[in-house]
């Protein structure tokens, strides 16, 4: 079994990509300062949920940062992500304040979906980040309409639709690669795939565990990919949207990657052992940017430490502005929801 790389080591896999990186030192920085935010965030969040300050289901993507960071780092803003109930990273990838975030987890009025969602209907539309969704797989099919819609608009926009891996068993799946092949719709749809939907593994839902090949049957450009490493990510998503920006449709991508944390908040993990956590711990993406930041000699400790700091003030921020907030009015329970008030079946 692998050791965990420790904060300190500098990994000597790492040191030896030194001079063959392609990406730039400010990427390098900025992948770093967002999967540290995320991480940071979350963290927080775990605590406050056991103080029972956040309340409802939580699912934390701890592990799994790389796979919004470096997509982030391909896209623009006008481009356009959906995933699942495990939404806090990409928001704030997309560049969401957190503590817009913290407020909506808090119940509070001033979070981003006016305290009505919580946890897991993070949105935000002034950076193009359409949920938050609750039902498995209920976004794929959200995922390629959007897509449908920037098509139909003429702009040259891109959708990225996250899904896990259990996510991947759903009908719908099949009916929305369907379309957005026939008409080559700008979407990526990108499994996270961390092995497992709730304790359930991949190898016990179905004969195929490559998920990337479910795309084949569409003839869909499909492939596997290192969700642990950012660069591996950015080229994967880099090539995807060069793709669909040029009008010749969609791309599976399966990202491999690891949730360390437990599915939601109460999870007994009797389903995997601890040493399989630490073996993906040891690739953490945060360690692996911060080591080449590091054999670079890109940031100095103290510029480190000053990256360290400002993650912790805003994460300090965020719940200071949620806690500090009020809850939504009474008032607000009839607001946001389909009534027609001529609506002719109802007799008082
Ligand atoms: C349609 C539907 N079925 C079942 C559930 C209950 N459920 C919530 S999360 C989950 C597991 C999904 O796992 P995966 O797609 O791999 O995502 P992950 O939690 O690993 O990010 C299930 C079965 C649900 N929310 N929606
Ligand atoms: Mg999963």
Redesign the pocket.
Known sequence: MEKVVSKTKTPTKVAETKSTTKFSKETYIKWFESMLLMRKFEEKTGQLYIQQKIRGFC?LYIGQEALVAGSESVLRREDRVIT???DHAHPIGRGLHPKYIMAEMMAKVTGCSKGKGGSMHIFSKEFNFFGGH?????QIPLGAGIAFADKYNGNDNVTLCY??????R?GALHEAFNMAMLWKLPVIFII???N???G?SVERTSNVHDLWKLGLSYEMPSKAVDGMTCEAVHEAIEEAVARARKGDGPTLLEMKTY?YKG??MSDAQTYRTKDEVKEYQAQDPIEKVLATIKVNKWMTDAQIEAAEQKVEDIVAESVKFGEESPYPAADELFKDVYVQEDYPFIIE
């Open positions: 699912h699942a109930y495990r609750g039902i498995v797989g209920g899904m896990g891996d259990g996510a991947v759903q996270e795939n961390n497992y939907a709730m359930t949730r599915h939601s």
